[in-house]
């Protein structure tokens, strides 16, 4: 039978409970017979000693103290009864009674009254002391003993005290246990219900956290991962979309004209052509750019690494660019480091990181703007792109790399402009080992691209 994590929880509460009931029940049981036989022998050695010290003040010695003892303490009568034989007193737990002298006041182990006993014998005993003067010595057996009726009974109720607590522990572990786990479980419960709805396609659950403990950090990973995953599932819808759009529109061109030539409504002239051929290589674009994300996701990109010097290529895309730019009104300026720009990359691959760079600045910065590529070199390599367009909101730039992300949501689905050449750089320059980022001070402040690529070493 498949156990609930609930009943688990309480028999682990009650399985704790049991043992440290067992544990303390032990200790208790096996201290609480000498705890009682040690209460005897203190108050036997209270009694004796009081007795002793009374008796030596008001006498000034010990003479005579064993009649006085048993006389007066012992029956409190003033003349011993005539059937006492000397041997009806409570001595449980002690041994003798010698002076400091070490003679005998009460006869014990084949010891008669008046007799020496050995140094060694009562130095371990417990001295009785008057005025800091020890006058005599008790003692000890360390022979077990019969306890008395009284004791026995009182032996008796500790062991159902015990009991009852070990049997109110088990109670009180049961309940805890009940509620305890009800507590546990409650995050837990919620957990799996925003699971299973996940799992029934509605993405995008939050749940609420309760706690800062392990289960609270697994309920913010929840979270974490379940916008995550709305995050990508819209973007996936969006990737659908401009994808369907971007493939549809040239094949729709495409196959109109092939259509207007077979119905014969038009001759094919070098108009025609050209067009047919700027909607292929559209396609052939866009096929080449998911390719390539793709390659670079399953590490199937084939990179030619070579020490060069980046600040060629800076010069390469400006002069590629420059007529673009001269076009369309924008300044497009070089600015290079004077030391050798040295990185270890591969060179194709940065050209394609830096065109798709210098593109998509020119691409969003009006004319009369200008367009900045520049290097820097210190202990890393900095290689810049920076414009002065219409900038990156905040809330923007933790995406600007993802695939089809537009900042300029007016721009979605226009051709040609899917919001993958970002991605492809990204995804290339991780692919070397190149951190990438973007840094923009807001809407209308323009906004850089940098490169940061470990200065390589020669020797």
Not at 260 to 281: S, Y
């Amino acid at each position: 039978m498949k156990k609930s994590l609930r009943t688990k929880l309480i028999v682990s509460y009650l399985a704790v409970a049991i043992f440290t009931i067992l544990a303390v029940s032990l200790v208790i049981r096996l201290t609480s017979d000498r705890s009682i036989r040690q209460m005897v022998i203190d108050r036997q050695v209270e009694t004796i000693s009081t007795a002793l010290e009374s008796y030596y003040k008001q006498e000034g010695n010990l003479q005579g103290f064993q009649t006085y003892y048993f006389s007066f303490l012992i029956f409190n009568q003033a003349q011993r009864p005539q059937n006492w034989s000397g041997q009806t007193y409570d001595m449980r737990g002690l041994s003798g009674l010698v002076d400091s002298n070490g003679r005998v006041l009460f006869p014990f182990s084949g010891y008669r009254l008046g007799e020496t006993v050995p140094t060694k014998l009562y130095r371990a005993g417990e001295p009785v002391k008057v005025d800091n003067k020890t006058i005599a010595w008790i003692i000890l057996d360390d022979k077990a003993f019969t306890l008395n009726p009284e004791e026995v009974l009182f032996q008796q109720r500790i062991n159902l005290a015990i009991g009852l607590g070990m049997a109110a522990g088990l109670v009180l572990a049961i309940v805890a246990g009940i509620l305890l786990s009800g507590e546990v479980l409650k995050p837990i419960r919620r957990l799996t219900e925003a699971s299973s709805s996940m799992a029934g396609g509605n993405i995008g659950q939050q749940v609420p956290v309760s706690s800062s403990d392990e289960i609270g950090q697994l309920t913010v990973s929840f979270n974490t991962m379940s916008e995550e995953l709305s995050r990508v599932d819209n973007q996936r819808k969006q990737m659908t979309a401009d994808i369907t759009h971007d493939l549809s529109t040239p094949i729709q061109i495409i196959s109109g004209y092939i259509e207007l030539l077979e119905n014969g409504e038009m001759e094919l002239d070098q108009n025609h052509v050209d067009i047919i051929r700027t909607e292929l290589e559209h396609l052939h674009r866009l096929v080449g750019d998911l390719t390539t994300l793709s390659q670079v996701e399953v590490d199937g990109i084939e990179l030619r690494k070579d020490i060069f010097d980046a600040n060629i290529l800076l010069e390469q895309a400006w002069k590629t660019y420059e007529p673009m730019a001269h076009k369309a009104d924008i300044t497009l300026k070089l600015s290079l480091d004077s030391q050798p720009a040295l990185i270890t990359a591969d060179e194709g691959r940065m050209s394609q990181i830096l065109k798709n760079l210098v593109e998509n600045a020119l691409r969003y910065t009006p004319g009369g703007g200008q367009v900045t590529l520049s290097s820097s070199v210190q202990q890393i390599v900095e290689l810049s792109v920076c414009d002065t367009g219409q900038g990156i909101d905040a809330a923007d730039i933790p995406c600007i790399f993802d695939r089809f992300y537009q900042v300029d949501k007016a721009r979605t689905g226009s051709r040609g402009k899917m919001g993958l050449g970002l991605a492809i750089c990204q995804a290339l320059a991780e692919a070397q080992g190149i951190h990438l980022r973007a840094e923009s001070e807001g809407l209308g402040k323009g906004s850089c691209f940098i490169l940061s690529i470990p200065k390589a070493e020669i020797d």
